[in-house]
């Protein structure tokens, strides 16, 4: 007879049950938004909304102009504008600037001085792209801790800036188009410029997000499938009783 606790499960039922709780949790612990696309134009921009279940640390990474390797493992290719993110709370038109204790706009982008958001340690861990007789860093990278709530993630090109970084307002705003048309960027030492594609990568990595980390809901899904093989072969293993049950 298979040993049995108090509950009347088996020991190897157990067992599943904890690591598919353990990984499931795992998982959660680590989740992340991975996105990446390209830009019709300079003029365009992309809007990615997530919401935070609790307050919690919030990292945004960019990796389309020096490329690297994002939170989901996808190589990502340099060659892209070099941009700009800025944060909000709650979304469109309505959406407002967060900033942090000091009334800093929580945005950054290599043509921005706005400390300690930007432009400070943007780079690794993002590459570097050669201009003229520089190494350059066109990538973002900013964290903060945040409560609870919905949230705007604006990411543009660096020349065309959401008028809410400059007076901590909405983003129903509209933008400074300093971009004249085209991707450009220019080293600030030789004058040197290049004109990168339109590609753009973003990662959004919080433990507070409010969605499953990809691969969750298909990891459950085996355990599950785990227990109810276990079940099947725990009921083909019990003897026949003649009284009616079974031992």
């Excluded at 919401?51 to 996808?74: E, K, R």
């Excluded at 705007?152 to 901590?168: G, R």
């Excluded at 450009?184 to 990662?203: F, H, M, R, S, W």
Aim: glycine share 12%; with cysteine; charged share 10%.
């Amino acid at each position: 007879m298979t040993p049995k606790n108090s509950l009347g499960a088996s020991k190897p039922a157990y067992l599943l049950v904890a690591v598919c709780l353990l990984s499931v949790t795992a998982s959660a612990s680590t989740a992340y938004l991975s996105y990446t696309g390209t830009l019709a134009n300079p003029e365009s921009d992309v809007e990615l909304t997530f919401a935070l279940s609790s307050a919690s640390l919030v990292t945004f990474q960019t990796w389309g102009f020096g490329g690297g390797t994002n939170a989901a493992g996808t190589p990502i290719a340099a060659g892209g504008f070099d941009s700009l993110i800025a944060l909000f709370s709650g979304s469109g038109p309505t959406a407002a600037m967060v900033t942090d204790g000091s009334g800093d706009p929580l945005a950054d982008a290599d043509n921005l001085s706005n400390p300690p958001f930007s432009y400070i340690g943007n780079c690794p861990p993002a590459g570097l792209v050669a201009i003229g007789v520089d190494n350059d860093c066109g990538d973002d990278n900013m964290h903060f801790n945040l409560p609870a709530g919905a949230y705007t993630l604006v990411l543009t090109d660096a020349n065309y800036i959401p008028l809410a970084v400059y007076d901590n307002g909405t983003l129903g705003e509209g933008f400074s188009d300093l971009t004249g048309g085209v991707f450009q960027t220019c080293d600030p030492n030789d004058g040197t410029c290049i004109t990168p594609a339109g590609n753009y990568a973003v990662d959004i990595v919080s433990s507070g997000l409010a969605v499953p980390e990809p691969g969750t809901f298909s990891l459950l899904g085996g355990c599950l499938a785990g227990l109810a093989v276990l079940k099947r072969f725990q009921n083909r293993r019990r003897a026949p009783n003649t009284n009616g049950g079974s031992l």
